[in-house]
């Protein structure tokens, strides 16, 4: 039996060789036949001319991931705090499942809302041709990381030691200069981890965005239309040739975008060593 | 005077933000269900869409999404209960512990785009399967396979030691030990992981809309045709109905009913959860 088991545990292991190994041999040949610098680089995509630069599409992700981290993890932050300490117990119950109901909510959904009602919003207030744009990715974004954020917060800050709030109040300090000066501080790299795993979540998403965003492989601005690594992928994989040079670049892309992943997910390893260290 | 104003303004901070989070939800929650509730009928939910009649219904998304449910569950759940049993009660090589829950941490991390990609090579092109349900589920298998592993270990982890000695002690085996105390005593985690990989194989769009195909029309179901059968699952009709149909009635119905099923699945999870951490 003990064979039989060991197996099942490194079929996870063959799965990430498989993802890895499947993702490099076919996301290679297209960069090798763009050229490493031209595709990272190049400003144009459009493979209907041939041109397959995905600096756009790099360039979207990241501001569309950290504009979504500046605006969710605030939120969230302050929703955790409010949870973890500052909450009357009933009311903590009843904000706890609303938010993992927010986490449990299926992407195409939170789309479908932002398509409805943030996109012609953003047309009307800010007068603009279309509202499907960067703004509009970056909102629905920050909403679809809040939830990680608050559970992954209160989490940490539910873990410091009662000993030093007791400590900090009994020296005068208010409840609330307690929370920010003493929990917060002592929770920071849980708290730190929250946020890249936020980041992670935000990099990866596809549907919801491709569904506000406009999809057009503008340069980023707020009000363009833009498209991320993740759409870039999904809006031409229905249509792409097999083995075509556009279908073959697709998969370079998604190289791309796994080792953002790899590299975000290393740096989580590292805050959440420290933090077992610490 | 400087202390009161941080207090004041601190707490403002805390009370706004949980609002703004809480506001959303129900907002999110409302909106949908006023748009969508009245679409919801009988026959909306039990027939295919018709041209002819001019009526939609999407009884082959909720078919094809029990359909991934059921095989992705049946393949992962005895590879993630199987890869937690050797994690908690055989491995002795730390390393490869270390390795084999790095490797299940990574695998929750990739986004699912990436899983859309290496379906769409491997199990649509290389392995020949075309957009079928059989190899979305193929591709769901690898992404649930994490969240079984987790819930089943932690639950595997609280099942006392005394329990093993005990079992041991009487003279059985190590696998007896395992079939007769350590698993049954461990049934609500592996459940609760269940739900919650039902809970994503339901969320889940990018995968299942390239690897299984977006057809909304009834599938044969038969066990001939059984690996044949392609379509789209509810999220996937959802994206369909809005994106390229803009018949936005239709796309909040499905989304009524995804989010009555999200809530469904979030509260049997955590009732499942809070009974694991008593006993």
Redesign the interface.
């Known amino acids: 039996?003990?064979g039989?088991?060991?197996?099942?545990?490194?079929?996870?292991?063959g799965?990430?060789l498989?993802?890895s190994v499947?993702?490099i041999i076919?996301g290679l040949p297209a960069i090798r036949e763009i050229g490493l610098g031209r595709f990272l680089f190049g400003k144009t995509w459009a493979a209907g001319q041939n041109q397959y630069g995905i600096l756009p599409l790099i360039l979207t992700s990241v501001y569309g991931t950290a504009g979504a981290v500046v605006i969710g993890v605030?939120?969230?932050?302050?929703?955790a705090?409010?949870?973890a300490k500052?909450?009357p117990k009933w009311l903590a119950n009843v904000?706890r499942?609303?938010?993992?109901?927010?986490a449990?909510?299926?992407?195409?959904?939170y789309?479908?809302?932002g398509?409805?009602?943030l996109v012609p919003a953003l047309r009307n207030w800010l007068n603009l041709p279309a509202g499907d744009s960067l703004l509009a990715a970056i909102i629905v974004l920050a909403?679809m990381i809040?939830p990680n954020i608050?559970s992954l917060s209160e989490t940490a800050l539910e873990a410091v030691p009662k000993e030093y709030e007791e400590a900090s109040l009994a020296l005068g300090a208010?409840k609330?200069?307690t929370?920010?000066r003493v929990s917060a501080p002592a929770a920071k790299s849980g708290i730190a981890a929250a946020v890249v795993l936020g980041i992670?979540r935000a990099?990866?998403?596809?549907?919801a965005i491709?569904?506000v965003a406009g999809n057009v492989a503008n340069m980023p601005a707020l009000t363009k239309s833009v498209r991320f690594l993740?759409t870039g992928?999904?809006i031409e994989?229905?249509y792409s040739q097999?083995g075509s040079l556009q279908r073959q670049a697709?998969?370079s892309i998604?190289l791309v975008?796994?080792l953002f992943?790899?590299l975000?997910?290393a740096f989580?390893?590292l805050v959440l060593k420290r933090e077992k260290e610490g | 005077m400087r202390?009161k104003m941080?207090?004041i303004g601190?707490?403002a901070?805390?009370?706004?933000?949980?609002a703004?989070?809480?506001g959303?939800?129900i907002f999110?929650i409302g909106?949908?269900l006023i748009?969508g509730v009245g679409g919801i009928s009988w026959s909306f939910l039990t027939t295919s869409e018709s041209v002819l009649r001019g009526t939609i219904g999407i009884a082959p998304a909720i078919q094809n999404t029990l359909f991934v449910v059921v095989v992705s569950l049946l393949i992962a759940l005895?590879?993630?209960?199987?890869?937690a049993?050797?994690?908690t009660?055989?491995?002795r090589n730390k390393k490869?512990v270390a390795?084999?829950e790095?490797?299940?941490?990574?695998?929750a991390?990739?986004?699912?785009?990436?899983?859309?990609?290496?379906g769409?090579?491997?199990f649509c092109?290389a392995l020949r399967l075309q957009k079928t349900l059989l190899a979305g589920s193929l591709t769901m298998v690898?992404m649930i396979?994490?969240t079984i592993?987790r819930s089943t270990q932690e639950s595997l982890k609280t099942v006392p030691q005394s329990y093993r000695e005990g079992a041991l002690g009487l003279g059985s085996g190590?696998?007896r030990m395992i079939r007769t105390v350590v698993l049954p005593s461990s049934v609500d985690g592996i459940v609760t992981g269940c739900i919650l990989a039902v809970?994503r194989v339901?969320?889940?769009?990018?995968v299942l809309?390239?690897t299984a195909g977006?057809s909304m029309a009834m599938q044969d179901f038969s066990p001939g045709q059984l690996a044949r059968a392609s379509g789209s699952t509810l999220?996937?009709a959802?994206?369909h109905y809005?994106?390229e149909n803009a018949d936005?009635s239709v796309?909040?119905s499905i989304?009524t009913i995804?989010?009555i099923l999200?809530?469904i699945?979030?509260?049997s999870a955590?009732f499942l959860g809070r009974k694991l951490k008593r006993s």
């Open positions: 039996m003990q039989l088991f060991t197996l099942c545990g490194l079929m996870a292991v799965f990430v498989l993802i499947y993702l076919s605030p939120i969230g932050f302050f929703t705090v409010f949870l500052a909450a904000i499942p609303a938010v993992s109901l927010l449990g909510i299926p992407s195409v959904v789309g479908l809302v398509m409805c009602v909403i809040l608050i208010t609330l200069e929370y920010f992670g990099i990866g998403e596809a549907m491709m569904m993740t992928i999904s994989l229905n097999d697709l998969f998604g975008l796994f992943i790899m975000i997910n989580l390893n | 202390r941080y207090d601190a707490r901070l805390l009370y706004g933000c949980s703004l989070t809480v959303l939800l999110l909106y949908i748009r005895p590879l993630g209960v199987g890869a049993i050797y994690l009660e055989y491995a490869l390795v084999i790095f490797a299940s941490e990574a695998l991390g990739i986004p699912s785009i990436i899983y859309a990609l290496v769409v090579i491997l092109t690898m396979l994490p592993i190590k696998w809970g339901v969320g889940e769009s990018a809309m390239y977006m999220t996937v959802l994206y809005a994106k936005f796309a909040f989304a995804l989010l999200t809530v699945i979030n509260f955590s």
